[in-house]
DNA sequence: TGTTCTTTTGTTATCGATAACAATCGTGCG
DNA sequence: CGCACGATTGTTATCGATAACAAAAGAACA
């Protein structure tokens, strides 16, 4: 019996004797049919290869089990761990995810969500608060749950799940100040690309202005990436008032800066300090582990999964959540003891 | 004049003072409307916000264009790199696609072909050619164009694009042996989680064979990682008869296990070689770059995205396409030049 | 000017399900 | 014994499009 033209509901209800709604209903596992009958026609649909039609589904009930998210890359393990987080609760509720990289353009992304609209999805997922301005007015006005991942906002398009970029960077800024770095440079990439490092980068410059000291930056017109790294260390270390301590735009900037000072003879950290931001799994591998800020990516995945899921069954609580992070202190900087926080 | 009840084809066909089959037509650049109607009803379909519903759509046409990819991981940057070179391919020929992480288990797989044909998916992509016994069956009389990556077979379910695994591993083996190592080890994760490697493993052993020479293995019971990489290499160094050249199921675990020598005191490539598979985007950054084999990843997506454009559109034409790799000689193992091949 | 062919446009059935409401069946209770 | 109510089952309309066929309008030609 192979399902050479596919049965479907109709010929399941011929087979069992009884109406097209029994059947759906049966399958469906809702209220309205006897345990008896239910037992009996999924056992002959199962029998049959009967597969349902989500598209008839979905367009009867004018809503599908899609949930899309869009991140910016998969290059970047964060994302994969954010969507690994995600998936497993959304799976367990019987969503389908569907994912889009948006490679950092607002545009792109506003097309794609123009494009998801078209499926009615049961929710939308973004990464940071920064789109396009024409989808916040469309999607203000949606009745969809939308939820905005990695960044915090006070106003969200509805609802919200991430960390304060700027405290995050504030907060590296004033560790790093403790430990006597007084020559501190950002390394990033074009200016705008990645708003959410753009937010650090300001809250470490707010920490060391307040000790009238300035942030140098340097920045790579490239994606993110190891590659990044190595030539805005590079970079940098040519600067007229060599930086006591580069702050890389995340781990993997930092893991190709690193390489970057060893070519260039430069002692980690005796003569320089190396700050990622992330806490990568690779960490826990090296020989010098980096100095970086550890992000709840996972969790995090799973915290907006589980708002989601509420949201999408009629649930509607809590609609912002800020995530804790931590200072991984690292061996890339100096340690407090060792700090003669050298006046310049 | 904002969509709060959506507006469907109807209201466009009766504001155009046409039928909703001109519309339809006319939205979706079919023949048979005339140029003047056409650009008459799109403008006003744009001003009235109107959005087509694919549900309804693919419902009507008994398909969607929806393309189905299951990769075992986004962990690791190959499947992202892979994925992303069909993405762009699919996007222009107005495809979307629709990514699961089957984490190396046929049964997930499985699992989720089951829940994607509910949606009628224009194509089918899964990464490498085992799967779970009741999928080929299903595939196999399915009309539906399915793809297998990144492995090649003698008979795929339908079209195939990848790599040699096994002509791989004989030609680092070959190459290895060139090198004058006599005491290969082979580290990867538990038998036949990832049956790429699995060959790739085989072709290096039947390699070494030839030579009288047998091939030790460390198995970590963990995820491909670098984590892995680490905890195998620790293991491996710790083997009576010590390796001289480690040979890891992918460049991740290379990477993990570099600082497991390290942390030995052995230096690479004087006391041990080290070997990878891949050639990751990181290998570039590195002061010692791996010796590795380098796959087409983008390319292949690329490859794989044509031909299912084109099968999509019912031309078709090569089925099976086998992709060239590259020994990357890297510096993590002995030149030829400096080699004195000790017999053991 | 009438006929035929080609374009353009419209009508109706259909895709495969679900929602809302209608009908039937049992059973408890006065 | 008969009525009413809850549990089960069925009927019809609908979701929003496309396919297939039918009709009308122009163009070409004798």
């Known amino acids: ?45 199962d029998q049959m290869g009967y597969v349902p039609s989500r598209l008839a589904g979905s367009l009867a009930q004018a809503t599908s089990n899609l949930v899309a998210i869009s991140v910016p890359t998969l290059f970047d393990a964060v994302f994969a761990e954010i969507i690994g ?3 497993e ?55 969809m749950p939308v939820m905005e991942l990695w960044d915090v906002t006070a106003r969200p398009i509805d609802m919200n799940v991430g960390i304060d970029h700027f405290a995050v960077g504030r907060e590296m800024g004033r560790h790093l100040l403790g430990l006597g770095y007084r020559r501190p440079a950002f390394i990033g990439i074009t200016q705008g690309r990645d708003p959410r490092a753009e937010r650090r980068m300001q809250g470490l410059a707010s920490a060391f202005e307040q000790a009238d000291i300035a942030l140098q930056q340097v920045r790579v017109d490239a994606a993110p990436s190891f590659e990044a790294g190595h030539e805005g260390a590079t970079r940098a270390l040519a600067l007229p008032d060599r930086p006591d301590v580069l702050c890389f735009l995340n781990d993997h900037l930092a893991f190709g800066g690193q390489t ?59 609609k912002r959540v800020t995530m804790p992070v931590m200072i991984d202190a690292g061996a890339t900087t100096r340690s407090r003891l060792t700090s003669g926080a050298p006046g310049d």
């Not at 209903?25 to 345990?35: C, K, M, N």
């Open 1 to 45: 019996m192979q399902d050479r033209k596919a049965v479907k509901i109709e010929d399941v209800a011929r087979a069992a004797g009884v109406s097209i709604m029994s059947v759906s209903r049966a399958l469906r596992g809702v209220d309205g049919v006897s345990e008896a009958t239910r037992a009996r026609i999924s056992g002959l649909a």
């Open 85 to 87: 987080g995600m998936r």
């Open 89 to 143: 609760t959304l799976l367990h509720a019987g969503l389908e995810t569907i994912i889009e990289t948006s490679d950092y353009n607002p545009d792109r992304e506003a097309a794609w969500i123009e494009r998801m609209i078209t499926w009615s999805p049961a929710a939308l997922v973004l990464s940071g608060i920064d789109h396009a301005p024409e989808v916040e007015e469309r999607l203000r006005g949606a009745d």
């Open 260 to 318: 970057s000072c060893e070519a260039a003879g430069l002692a980690v950290p005796g003569d320089i300090g190396l700050v990622g931001f992330n806490g990568l799994n690779i960490n826990n591998v090296l020989r010098r582990r980096l100095t970086t800020t550890v992000t709840p990516r996972a969790l995090m995945g799973k915290t907006a999964a589980r708002m989601l899921v509420a949201a999408i069954r009629g649930v509607r609580a809590e």
